[in-house]
């Protein structure tokens, strides 16, 4: 068994791979797998997968096009491929910080699913919250278990392998107008005995699919670029840190006004 599996999907953001997976790959926990899931991919990602295969922890596993987000092919690797003590997500056009992967583990140490302080970026220079999420209030949990918001993007959330094996059910289709992984994570809300955990530190950089509606493709790779070279400085992680608690100071003063 390796410390973690990381589950990566994807469909047509062949080259956003270029980004993502080394962000996976350069984490401070190295016994990892990352296992690069094809639903339907065109020709143009398996090329830019291929490209990472010198490294053995990364894995192709390809795909035809499911109905839905490929939900039953993460779950046949799950059941029958990945090997870590901790299953960790990542979108194929996201980015971790580098302590990512180290910081849910020791999360998961206790605890059956954990998630990390999601930061959006909306822009090269805007980051903004999703809001507070503590899964340790059962406000957050019954909001999660209706279904009613999605407060933990797919990227900043894992959980244990031996939690997943319980679950009445794992990945499968997602019902209409509900979100593929906050379907996901109520399933953990759920589960009888489930140790939550909310871990108040941002870890990753999520990058919101309705955002790239806005941006043209060589827009939105110079941003993901941009933000994968200030993750691996010193002094680029200050820098990011140093806005996103300017941007939660901010968003705690407007809370506080409107209360």
């Known amino acids: ?41 065109p020709s143009r990602t398996e090329e830019i997968v291929h490209g990472f295969l010198a490294d053995p922890r990364v894995r192709w596993i390809p795909n035809p096009k499911s109905p839905g987000q490929g939900e ?36 998961l140490l206790d605890a059956d ?18 809001g507070p999420c503590n899964l340790e209030k059962g406000g957050h949990q019954e909001e999660i278990r209706q279904g009613r918001r999605n407060r933990i993007p797919f990227s900043a959330g894992a ?16 019902p209409p107008r509900i979100w593929t992984d906050l379907h996901f994570w109520r399933k953990f809300v759920a589960l009888p005995g489930a140790r939550l955990r909310s871990i108040q530190r941002p870890t990753t950089l ?29 002094a680029g992680r200050f820098n990011l840190m140093a806005g996103i608690c300017g941007m939660l100071a901010q968003d705690l003063a407007v809370a506080e006004f409107r209360a």
């Open 206 to 234: 999520h990058f919101p699919q309705k955002l790239h509606g806005g941006w043209s493709s060589k827009e939105a790779l110079r941003t993901l670029e941009r933000h994968l070279k200030m993750l691996r400085e010193p």
């Open 72 to 107: 039953e092919y993460r779950h046949r690797v799950l059941s029958y491929e990945a090997r870590g003590r901790i299953v960790c997500y990542l979108s194929d056009d996201d980015l971790w910080f580098p302590d990512h992967v180290e910081v849910l583990e020791r999360a």
């Open 159 to 174: 959980h244990t392998m031996e939690a997943y094996r319980r679950l009445p059910e794992g990945w499968a289709p997602t």
């Open 113 to 130: 699913f954990a998630h990390t302080l999601p930061v959006g970026v909306f822009s090269d220079d805007v980051l903004g919250s999703w």
């Open 1 to 41: 068994m390796i410390r973690a599996s990381v589950i990566l999907p994807t469909w047509n953001h062949a080259e956003t791979l270029l980004y993502s997976i080394p962000s996976a790959l350069e984490q401070t926990v190295s016994d990892i797998e990352v296992l690069v899931i094809g639903d339907g991919a």
